[in-house]
T-cell receptor, first 116, second 112 residues
């Protein structure tokens, strides 16, 4: 089945630094990927939709300058948290959509970000 | 706009007992419907999905779900729960080429 690899699994960074998270579709091409944020004991909150070769579409309330998304190829999307602060600490999960005939959404294993 | 309701925040069942997790959706047409499972600190694993055709869908790990258009429901079932099924379960809906919209999730606890 479809596999999505997300790295790193966890990262600790100092306040004010930037962190990049990678999301790769390993066995299919994904023109569209999604980035979610999940707070403890809550559901997934969609942050943005990442389209290969074009600008990401951000959900209302998500700062595009803080959460930079790049989808430079059909198998890779990256999320960069810029100038991270403790309130950015969270669990970030990516998802890649596979088109027909195997239409579906496959998720990475998530990244636990802790900003100290 | 699409929405998903999972009425049960937390369910506890005994090992070996049957399970039904409820999911209702709101959408103008027949959406694509999904059930995912999440273990603590992990990503989401697809259990099953429904696009069209037979309204009873079989998934992995012995799960099945039934699409009922008249009730706008897509409930997840398992005839006999195992302790390893304890996790968070998410129902999700999407239209073609749109992001998934998730319910708030149901946490399943399994007792001996």
């Amino acid at each position: 089945g479809a596999v999505v690899s997300q790295h790193p699994s966890w990262v600790i960074c100092k306040s004010g630094t930037s962190v990049k998270i990678e999301c790769r579709s390993l066995d299919f091409q994904a023109t569209t990927m999604f980035w979610y944020r999940q707070f403890p004991k809550q559901s997934l909150m969609l942050m943005a939709t990442s389209n290969e070769g074009s600008k990401a579409t951000y959900e209302q309330g998500v700062e595009k300058d803080k959460f930079l998304i790049n989808h430079a190829s059909l198998t890779l999307s990256t999320l960069t948290v810029t100038s991270a602060h403790p309130e950015d600490s969270s669990f970030y999960i990516c998802s890649a959509r596979e088109d027909l005939p195997n239409y579906g959404y496959t998720f990475g294993s998530g990244t636990r970000l802790t900003v100290v | 706009a699409q929405s998903v309701t999972q009425p049960d925040i937390h369910i506890t069942v005994s090992e070996g007992a049957s399970l039904e997790l409820r999911c209702n959706y709101s959408y103008g047409a027949t959406p694509y419907l999904f059930w995912y499972v999440q273990s603590p600190g992990q990503g989401l694993q697809l259990l099953l999905k429904y696009f069209s055709g037979d309204t009873l869908v079989q998934g992995i790990k012995g799960f099945e779900a039934e699409f009922k258009r008249s009730q706008s429901s897509f409930n997840l079932r398992k005839p006999s729960v195992h302790w390893s099924d304890a996790a968070e379960y998410f129902c999700a809906v999407a239209a073609e080429n749109t992001p998934l919209v998730f319910g708030k999730g149901t946490r399943l606890s399994v007792i001996a």
